[in-house]
């Protein structure tokens, strides 16, 4: 048997044992967990120490080998991450709700757990600790497949985990890491039907494509964001400026950064020498199209087809100028990648109608796109952010996570 | 551009129109389609006609002219149908809760359209009318592909339905049928990520396979139907006879239908010979494992492996005895399609421990399967039963026609 089929098997197994362990005990898991990661930290930083020597020796780049460094303080948060997810209200169990039939039939909508969840990510050993966390609090069974960078890393994490919580009570088999590395049992992983529930890939998009066009169990696509912020002719002037400076500034290189501003003719005189002096002087440089040329041209860059189609995650930012909050909307709807997308105005009627026909995740009036997160949002938690419409919608939390259940109480009912 | 493009790109721009449309509008198109209808009778039963003819000629079995005929009566329910989805609540547009964060952020959840959303179907015309129905209420685009017995009335009932829709101010490209019935634009359909936003496929277990294996597009899959009902040892005899009875024959080609009965080694003896003598004057075969016939034989074929899996649709039941409630439990969840399963018992714990620990959409006590319906759960209508534990668990009425949109009401706040 590959070691995928007995893991995806033994994975489905501790689902079913899952069902039936309270939840006391999987937050006692969680706290084990937290106190073993930092118990065990040299041990962690040994096996980290091999992952870097490996990448170093492979010519990763530098970007990589950042998130692939762990440090005992790193270590430390990771801890105090599981002790957070410990803390949160348990979703499962909760009847959403209960209603009686006229034949007397009692039925209720009960959360309960998806079952199995695979993860597919890159090289972030962090994700291992949260993924692995985030299942458990839910009582699902998780599959994690990080990238082969990391692998030593993630092993040791794993072990680390399986052991604190197998001993707290959690069934074996809840816990799982898949050391095959290779591109074809992340295949046969994405094609685990009848043992996966739900397959989450966290990454780029070269990955979340593999994913889409590959896997055949259900996927719950995450993360490209190509967002808008859209400054309309009535928006105050400052708020307009501080925001769009946020949400391309404040984190460049995560999905909820703005890639393109769009700014009201009506205003663009005015408003265009201010935004691109000021993005200038943060380093980032402007791709705009004509009409803002026309205003203001130094050191700004034409902008081709290509640029309102691109997620640069980086100092760059497309401008476009539009006719009013219609092109706007017009121009988001067929560019954007359905995560976030903001207006600043002070007109209500232009307010509500961007929140209703911008087609995304999160909409936003007079505030920054960087909030579409779970944490932000109060969730407590993000397993990851959604872009497709289906199961999930924007940051996942722990619900997310979540199944349902129909349980109905009968008393001799028979259909007729 | 072929005509499956076509439609798509025509469906994506309806689509971002449907988001503007009022309840009132979709109401009086969805009345006008139940009067054209009506109306068009004649040219109906015409188109219908000529695929009966074909079908004929093709030697199509049966059974699948029995579901391609209508008649006015027939046409006249259809009818009645989309009226009675008029009727129901809207459920676009609901903000299903909102709260304030502390930095003054109001996020509210807001139930909006998925998009666009296909079904795949086989030759049964009533599903034309009722999935474009369901569709339009929720503000949803519908691509159509049903099987290709099917196309003239399918063509005829499209038409008819467009053109009372289109009139009543719903945007074109809201409704459509794919003529083109070959695989090969079906599989194409599966792969139109980008267009479509969920892919329903409706019928046997070759079409759900097929779609589960080549789709790229976010699926729900449904309807295929192992359902089991357990007679505990702590049952009312006459009630579990009644619900073994009519979870099998009440109607045994649907989904929610019985296949497999399961008994208490506790009353087999005295309940064996009473439910066989049962099923067999009702004309169902039985398939037993050898303790039930070394209770009863006569007349009962020794059930395989392969029974355990089987959904007969038909007057065949597999019966097993087991040790008690957690043989039974253990038998359901290797064997079941997690669809609808079902206790007999006045035990409290067994009640609760079959609830709790058998994973299936529906799970009952002291009622049969057959109740996993979207109008007997009373939501008003049905798109089918999901099986799968993403997005829709079980009936899937109105709301599993929707996706969700954070709408984010600010004054001016950024990330720190």
């Known amino acids: 048997m590959s070691e995928l089929l007995e893991k995806c098997t033994a994975a489905k197994n501790a689902a079913q044992l899952m069902i039936s362990v309270p939840s006391a005990v999987k937050d006692n898991a969680l706290e084990a967990i937290a106190d073993a990661l930092v118990e065990c930290t040299g041990e962690i930083l040994e096996a980290n120490k091999q992952d870097l020597e490996n ?3 492979n010519g990763v780049r530098k970007a990589m080998l950042d998130r ?16 957070k997810v410990r803390d949160l209200n348990d979703p499962i169990g909760e009847v959403i709700n209960m209603w009686t039939r006229p034949n007397g039939l009692q ?14 990510y890159e090289a972030r050993p962090n994700v291992t600790v949260d993924a692995a966390a ?9 599959i994690l497949r990080g990238g082969k960078e990391a692998i030593c890393s993630n092993t040791a994490l794993m072990r680390i985990m399986q052991k604190a919580a197998y001993g707290a009570g959690i069934p074996e088999g809840a816990l799982n890491i898949i050391e095959d590395t290779s591109r074809e049992t992340a295949t046969e992983l994405m094609r685990m039907n009848g043992y996966v529930d739900m397959l989450i890939p966290r990454g780029g998009k070269g990955l979340i494509k593999s994913v889409v ?5 259900p996927v ?28 391309k500034v404040q984190r460049p290189s995560v999905c909820n950064a703005a890639e393109t501003l769009l700014i009201d003719k009506a205003i663009a005189d005015k408003f265009v020498p201010i935004i691109f002096k000021k993005l200038q002087d943060a380093g980032v440089e402007i791709r705009a199209d004509k009409a803002a040329m026309d205003i203001y041209a130094d050191g700004v860059r034409e902008a081709s087809e290509e640029d309102w189609y691109t997620e640069y995650n980086d100092y760059i930012l497309a401008v476009k100028l539009v006719s009013g909050v219609d092109e706007a909307i017009a121009h988001i709807n067929k560019y954007n990648t359905k995560h976030s997308e903001a207006i600043v105005t002070d007109s209500y009627t232009k307010a509500q109608k961007f929140l209703n026909e911008v087609d995304a995740a999160a909409v936003y009036v007079n505030a920054s796109t960087r909030f579409t997160d779970g944490f932000e949002f109060g969730f407590g938690a ?12 924007g940051p996942m939390g722990l619900e997310a996570l979540t199944s349902v259940k ?8 028979i259909r007729e």
């Open 68 to 83: 692939l460094r762990l440090t005992p303080e790193r270590i430390a948060g990771m801890a105090e991450g599981v002790r």
């Open 213 to 217: 066009d590959n896997a055949t169990v």
């Open 220 to 247: 719950v696509e995450t993360a490209a964001g190509n967002c808008h912020v859209y400054v309309d002719g009535d928006a105050d002037f400052d708020m307009a400026v501080k925001i769009a400076m946020n949400a």
């Open 134 to 142: 985030l299942c458990l609090k839910t009582s699902n069974v998780s």
């Open 55 to 57: 990448a170093e020796a």
């Open 406 to 413: 129909y349980i109905v109480y009968g008393d001799g009912q």
């Open 382 to 393: 993000e397993i990851g952010i959604s872009t497709q419409k289906m199961h999930a919608r």
């Open 107 to 120: 039925i209720g909508k009960k959360r309960v757990p998806l079952g199995v969840i695979a993860i597919i």
